[in-house]
């Protein structure tokens, strides 16, 4: 982060102030003129609402067109005189076509100018706005020819002065009260709307920095936040199926690696034992003739002999088939009724003595696939589901195998009722030579092989939890459409 990297919320909500205030204070001007006019108005309808008044009093005490009580009038205008209304002065005139006659004054100025003949209202001309307001107003009479001289009126008048102080405070009071609360409303709304799913969106990117990529973030807020979310969950997920991804490629090259160990150990073997153990094999088999006279004690042990070296001989050629796997050769197979074939033959082998096999399937599920590698890794499964049951401490002794389709795939699923295998063996199981049968009693490259063979066909071996958390599942999985992985051994 930058030594003076400014807070996002500072920025916004100083931008967002300034603006506010800006706007206010235009409103303020905006507001404050035409206040100001409205008070110019008012003031000029009152002082001209007040010269027709006394325009009408004054009439009261005229008897014609020039007939009138002098000094009343005088003294009513000196009375209609006010500084708290702002009334300077006040002057009456006779105004005619043919020249205006000076008749009463009061007030403190000089008698002003008389009134054109048809200037009634506010004389415009000898007025200041704000300042001096002359105002003319026509005394009512009765009588007289349309060319005699009629009385008008004529005050000179302050208006009441603006008060331009006290509104620029009231202004800058509302203006400081609306900024106060446009912080706080927006402070709210930036942290609600912004500032949140950012956090969120950092946090997420702590979490996938850490390494985890199970917590998405909530798709949630405005529209840009809810698709910047979206496409980041996706760059999450795209980044957690790369690493299972490489994961996998990882596991198949270690295994791959494994292999070739595997295979050299498989070339010396089969070079350096072979050929001796065959020989050893094959003299033991012709002493076992039942032509030759022997003891049956040591019939016994050359029988003993003979089922070791044969037992040698399994390990050396499982050995080879793990380091060179044969050419697959797909074709059309009734799974089945290739299952069942199996079952047939495993039932007959004396070390499945009282296990009884049950199949459970929905019909006939016909896929395309090697029908060798088939049958090497059902009879594995099998075989090894028949002994676990036998271990069984209490009856039924049996296993059972389910053929189904999850989404594009077939699935046979191997059930039987042994011990079980703990949940932290299932992966390692798979390994070469790894095995949880006692010494003696296997060589650990069963399922390392038949793994191997099922992938080569894009599926699956894996062992899962059992239903009734009894025994031990190993899920075998076939593609409906294959697609068959080259031979490794094949010549480029």
Known sequence: MPKHAQSLRIELLVTLALLVGLAVMSLSLVSQALAKHRHDQREVERLDMYARTVASLVGNHFHGPEEYDRAIISDLLLQSVSTQLGIRSINLFLVSPRGSVHIVSAGAESPSKPPLPDQLGLDEDASTLGERLVFNAHVPTFGGGSHARRPVL???????????????LQMLGLSL??????????????????????????EAARRVAQGDLQSPIPEDGPAEFRNLAHDFNAMVTSLDTERQENARQADALRRNEQLAAVGRLAAGVAHEVGNPLAAVHGYVDFLLDP??????????????????TARIQGIVAQLLDYSRPRTLQPEPCDVRAEVIKHIELVSM???????????????????EMDVGVFQQVMMNLLLNAGLASREASSPPHDVRVQIDTVSDHVRVSVIDRGPGIPAEFRDQIFEPFFTTRPVGQGSGLGL????????????????????ADVG????????LTPRVVPDPTAAS
């Not at 609360?181 to 799913?197: E, H, Q, T, Y």
């Not at 032509?291 to 003979?306: A, V």
């Not at 390392?448 to 239903?467: F, H, I, Q, Y």
């Not at 031990?472 to 593609?479: D, G, S």
């Open 154 to 168: 004529r005050i000179t008048a302050t208006p009441e002065g603006w008060v331009k102080g006290a509104v620029i």
């Open 177 to 202: 009260s609306i900024i106060v609360l446009m912080l706080v409303a927006g402070n709210f709304l930036l942290d609600g709307n912004i500032l949140r799913p950012m956090r969120q969106l950092r």
């Open 291 to 308: 032509r030759e006279g022997m003891p049956s004690k040591h019939r016994e042990i050359l029988q003993t002999m003979s089922e070791q």
């Open 349 to 367: 082998d004396p070390r499945t003595e009282g296990v009884a096999f049950h199949i459970d399937s929905g019909g006939d599920l016909r896929v």
């Open 448 to 467: 390392a092989v038949s793994r191997g063979l099922v992938e080569r066909l894009d599926g699956s071996l894996t062992c899962v939890a059992p239903e």
């Open 472 to 479: 031990a599942c190993f899920e075998f999985l076939l593609p």
